[in-house]
């Protein structure tokens, strides 16, 4: 037998040290790579949230070139507040109502009372008006009413001058006929309108719209002058303007929700009381400085969909420095028409 004979022929396929340095290799691009998409696709998010803010903003402000003023943004027309906030929030929408549509015939008689006609026309929408809030407010005035067959489909609203909710004529089908409307100053994708329940075929809560992907709504404040302080202020005074409380706006209302709170923001931190410590925040005498003093805020949760978090302690608030952000963080990663990307990032 010679010596090639007695060669044992070579084994095909790695060794198991090299299968680990392949597999080591792997690992460490994929560490490397994911991280980097995950972040690209999360610019591309916040980017998509931030042009949509900017094209509610411009929307907005041709609404007001339009019709002589911003939308009122519901806050405080809720039957859970007292009747020195209530009545002039209700009063305010219903001075907006008349003003956008010059023809409107409301009822003579109390505030309360032409609100309660009001909510009936609203009712033949399937929306309680006890539901419109700073969350759902952009869909109200800038998309107009749902179509009354059914569906998430906005078709602003009527065009009939005396009426603008009149829903037209039931075909008894299922349909209406819904005549000439006036059409919407934004178009929100259908598909990401929230508050219908596509199995009851009923609105759960009036239109809200939000970013995609995301279970928060564009929540919209507007600015206000104070009947107390005579400021701008996104917020009210109870009392008179020494002695009461100011309460800045908050969304939801519900006080006993701490975990997922909106506020508007300052621009300027509140400065010290006589004892070098900060005032607070609902104190009248506090002349305080808003981000958008004199227009509005649009607000996004970010990619975290937390808006952030109720301090006990008081309300919490950003500074264009970036103090005043809740200590967990979730307030880092908003978006807002004054930011230039996340709140952490840059104001304009």
């Not at 090299?18 to 999360?42: D, Q, S």
């Not at 929700?257 to 900060?278: H, K, T």
């Amino acid at each position: 037998m010679d010596a090639y004979s007695e060669r044992k022929p070579r084994r095909g396929g790695f060794t198991l040290v090299e299968i680990l340095v392949v597999i080591t290799i792997i690992g460490i691009l994929a560490g490397l790579i994911i991280p980097a998409v995950v972040a690209a696709r999360n610019n591309a998010r916040r980017a998509l949230i931030v042009t949509e803010i900017g094209q509610l903003d411009m929307a907005l402000k041709e609404y007001k070139n339009q019709h002589g003023d911003y939308p009122p943004d519901f806050y405080g027309t809720q039957e859970l507040y007292p009747d020195p906030i209530k009545i002039p929030a209700r009063a305010a929408v219903l001075r907006h109502l008349r003003k956008r549509f010059p023809r409107l015939v409301i009822p003579s008689g109390t505030v309360d009372e032409q609100w309660a006609l009001l909510a009936d026309e609203l009712a033949l929408y399937g929306m309680p008006i006890g539901m419109l809030t700073p969350g759902n407010a952009l869909v109200f005035w800038l998309g107009g009413l749902p179509e009354m067959s059914g569906g998430t489909k906005l078709v602003g609203f009527s065009a009939n001058p005396r009426n603008p909710f009149d829903p037209g004529a039931d075909n008894g089908d299922g349909t209406w006929n819904r005549g000439p409307r006036v059409q919407p100053l934004y178009t929100f994708p259908e598909e990401r309108i929230g508050g219908y329940d596509q199995d009851t075929g009923q609105w759960q809560e009036p239109p809200w719209f939000g970013p995609k992907g995301l279970e928060t709504a564009y929540i919209y404040f507007k600015a206000r002058v104070d009947s107390t302080t005579g400021r701008p202020e996104y917020g009210h005074t109870i009392g008179d303007a020494q002695s009461g409380t100011f309460e800045p706006y908050r969304f939801p209302f519900d006080l006993t929700v701490v975990e997922n709170v909106c506020r508007p923001y300052l621009d300027a931190p509140v400065p010290a009381d006589a004892n070098g410590g900060p005032m607070l925040l609902q104190d009248p005498t506090l002349v305080r400085t808003w981000k958008e003093a004199k227009t509005f805020q649009i607000i996004s949760a970010g990619l975290n969909d937390v808006f952030g978090r109720e301090l006990l302690s008081g309300p919490f608030r950003c500074t264009a420095n970036g103090a005043g952000f809740c200590p967990d963080g979730d307030e880092h990663d908003n978006i807002t028409n004054f930011s230039q990307g996340k709140l952490e990032d840059k104001f304009k």
